[in-house]
C-alpha cells in the first residue's frame, strides 16, 4: 500500500512537472518589428525600421517565466530615406560591413500576477552588450485563427538606452540625444 501510494505520488509530481515545461515558440517575422526613435535636435523624431529579424521563444505560463532570443539584420534598416540608411549603415554608426546583426537575449520574464510587466536581457550591438529591461506595454496569448489556431503569444515593448553605451555615438557632440527609445512588436508560434 505505500510503494503504491509513493508510485501515485511520484507520477502526479512528474505529470505536474510536465504540464509547467515552458513551451517553444518561433517568432513570426509578418507580425515582429523592431524600431528605434531617436530625437532630432527637439524638431521632430527620426525613426528606423529593421525589416529582417529571426528568433525563437520560449514561454512558460504557468511558472510565469521564459527566455527570448532574437536576430536583427542590420542591413535590413529602412528610415524611408536612402541617403539616411547609408549613413546610418556606415562605420560612423552602426558599422554594419563589421557588425551585420544585434541581438538580444532574455533572462527574465517578471510578472504582477497575471500581467506580464516587463522583460529584462542583454542587448548586443556593435559587439557590444549590456543590459537592458523592455517594458511590456502589452501583452496576450491567442488561438491565432490564420493558423487553425495554434497559440500564439505577443505584444508591444519598448525600452529607453543610451546609445553610447554600444559605441553608437555619432552627433553627440552636436547635441543629438543620446537617449533612443526601442519599440518592439513580437508575436510568436507556439510549435
Known amino acids: 500500500m505505500r510503494s503504491a501510494f509513493f508510485a501515485l505520488t511520484a507520477a502526479a509530481l512528474f505529470a505536474s512537472t ?23 535636435l527637439g524638431a521632430s523624431t527620426n525613426r528606423v525600421r529593421f525589416d ?8 512558460d505560463r504557468e511558472g510565469r517565466n521564459g527566455k527570448v532570443e532574437m536576430s536583427i539584420d542590420m542591413d535590413s534598416l529602412t528610415s524611408g530615406t536612402p541617403a539616411f540608411n ?11 560591413a563589421k557588425f551585420p546583426s544585434a541581438q538580444f537575449a532574455s533572462d527574465k520574464f517578471v510578472f504582477e500576477g497575471d500581467k506580464l510587466k516587463e522583460v529584462t536581457g542583454r542587448l548586443t550591438i556593435k559587439g ?6 523592455v517594458k511590456a506595454n502589452k501583452f496576450t496569448c ?8 495554434r ?12 546609445r553610447t ?16 527609445r526601442l519599440v518592439l512588436q513580437i508575436e510568436a508560434v507556439k510549435q
Open 18 to 40: 510536465a504540464q509547467a515545461a515552458p513551451a517553444s515558440y518561433a517568432i513570426d517575422p509578418t507580425h515582429t518589428f523592431a524600431t528605434f526613435e531617436i530625437d532630432h
Open 52 to 59: 529582417k529579424k529571426s528568433g525563437s521563444v520560449e514561454f
Open 86 to 96: 547609408s549613413h546610418l549603415k556606415s562605420a560612423e554608426i552602426f558599422d554594419v
Open 128 to 133: 557590444q552588450t549590456h543590459p537592458v529591461t
Open 142 to 149: 491567442y488561438p491565432n485563427p490564420m493558423l487553425q489556431k
Open 151 to 162: 497559440e500564439t503569444c505577443g505584444g508591444d515593448f519598448e525600452a529607453l538606452i543610451d
Open 165 to 180: 553605451q554600444w559605441g553608437v555615438d555619432y552627433g553627440v557632440q552636436y547635441g543629438f540625444s543620446k537617449q533612443v
